[in-house]
């Protein structure tokens, strides 16, 4: 499984995808971001699904970015041609794939911003290439292991969240899915991109970076526990003693 954010507020993106690569009883460890920039035209793709379909896909949309990446002066036309390789891949190798009993599952999230994009873009792709865009009543998306990080998100993420906070946010959501899902782990790789910028950030955090914020949270969150009021607990513990 995976895990890969993408987060799109007022100021930028901010994107997390962690590396752990399971197959079978063998896990390793591989990078699942794809970044591709020049000056005032810069993009990210996060994937989830087969590593070997991953990759065809990403090795046929590097030969389109080679021949036409002029074309595209707008990331959806951009993320259309992506599908159009997502689509190539399925149909050179979903049979086979279904024989040998596997599932043809490749997930996308894209963003950035080309020449002609009034603004950051963020959209999330999926296995049959039709895409959705992030937008601000829904500002984030994860593929992979969805449901550990999404609580935090739901109750602190908004539009005009800074930046900082986001990472931090997003942290914290592939904190939750790391210590509940086996199949997530360090290193993550994270992604910057500022409005207007034109510019995609890289950085890769190893868990030494930040186990020691891991340890923060986690101590906050048991502070807090014992902080929350108790008087309205007391109703049932009082019939309890009755009985």
């Known amino acids: 499984m995976t895990f890969c954010l993408g987060v799109k507020v007022a100021k930028g993106i901010v994107a997390i995808a962690d590396t752990r690569i399971t197959s079978g009883s063998e896990v390793s460890s591989n990078k699942k971001v794809f970044v591709h920039q020049s000056q005032h035209h810069s993009l990210f793709i996060m994937t989830a699904g087969l590593r070997s379909v991953r990759d065809k896909a990403i090795t046929y949309f590097k030969e389109v970015l080679e021949e036409q990446d ?20 399925a149909n050179e190798d979903k049979a086979s794939l279904r024989e040998a009993g596997l599932s043809f599952n490749l997930s996308a999230v894209i963003g950035g911003q080309l020449e002609k994009d009034e603004e950051h873009k963020l959209y999330m792709l999926y296995p049959e290439g039709n895409w959705i865009e992030v937008t601000e009543g829904s500002p984030f998306i994860i593929i992979g292991q969805p449901n550990y990080g999404k609580p935090i998100l739901y109750r602190n993420l908004k539009y005009d969240t800074p930046l900082q906070d986001v990472l931090k946010l997003g942290f914290l959501a592939f904190d939750s899915t790391r210590v509940s ?17 034109f510019k995609i950030t890289e ?16 101590a906050l969150l048991n502070a ?20």
């Open 70 to 89: 002029t074309k595209f002066d707008k990331l959806y036309k951009a993320v259309n041609a992506f599908g159009e390789m997502v689509k190539r891949v």
């Open 203 to 218: 950085q890769r955090y190893e868990k030494s970076d930040l186990e020691q914020i891991s340890y923060q949270w986690n």
């Open 181 to 197: 899902a086996n199949d997530v782990d360090f290193p993550i790789d994270v992604i910057l991109c500022e409005k207007d910028s």
């Open 224 to 243: 807090s526990v014992q902080k929350l009021p108790t008087d309205w607990m007391e109703p049932i513990f009082a019939k309890s003693l009755e009985d």
